[in-house]
């Protein structure tokens, strides 16, 4: 039997979203804004032990883990209800209910702040325009003649839909910000062997 101590876990979210921000701001006054929604087709999730986690100190098994993060997550605030937080009323009310930012699960579990950012990420499989500000129908279908990926007369609108975000930054002059990150729960605690 491994000792709790030296077992190694990973902390797997029914879903993972990452709303990647872009904002352009030629005209100061009236920055331009797009977040776009990103998943993923696979993730590499860190490896955890329980010192990781000031919560889990008198966790004995996988088992201790698991109900403890449970009835952790019951406290954290999810999204929806995070009124200080830019996207929050953005979100679908009845079915984010069990959404909450990283650095809230961070914070509730006594971990550093990003300790839940994946290693790695690739294969998008998704990605749509979850939210823009102060851009308008003339503005959406700008059209840039030849894009820095050589396609020819690229909108802006199907640049952010299809997560060109370097036809955003090159093109189009938006500058692009560290994610949000978002877990949806229940969450799930895995052991990693060592095989694996």
């Not at 929806?80 to 699960?105: A, M, P, Q, R």
Request: glycine share 4%; aromatic share 12%; hydrophobic share 35%.
């Amino acid at each position: 039997m491994t000792d709790i101590n030296d077992l190694k876990f990973t902390i797997e979210p029914e879903e993972t979203i990452e709303m990647e921000r872009f904002v352009n701001n030629d005209d100061k006054e009236k920055e331009k804004k797009i977040w776009i929604e990103v998943n993923w087709r696979f993730y590499r999730r860190k490896k955890f032990t329980i010192k990781d986690f000031s919560v889990f100190n008198d966790c004995k098994t996988l088992e201790d883990i698991q109900k403890k993060l449970d009835e952790k997550v019951k406290e954290a605030i999810p999204i929806v209800k995070d009124t200080e937080h830019l996207l929050s009323k953005h979100f679908d009310y009845d079915y984010s209910l069990n959404v909450y930012e990283i650095s809230e699960l961070s914070k509730i579990l006594g971990a550093d702040l990003e300790i839940f950012n994946n290693e790695d990420s690739g294969g998008g499989a998704f990605s749509r325009v979850f939210h823009s500000e102060n851009i308008d129908d003339a503005e959406w279908n700008k059209t840039v003649k030849e894009s820095v990926r050589g396609d020819t007369d690229v909108t802006l609108k199907e640049a952010a839909e299809g997560w060109q975000d370097d036809v955003l930054s090159s093109d189009f002059n938006y500058e692009s910000y560290v994610p949000d990150t978002f877990y949806r729960a229940p969450l799930r605690v895995v052991e990693v062997k060592k095989d694996d």
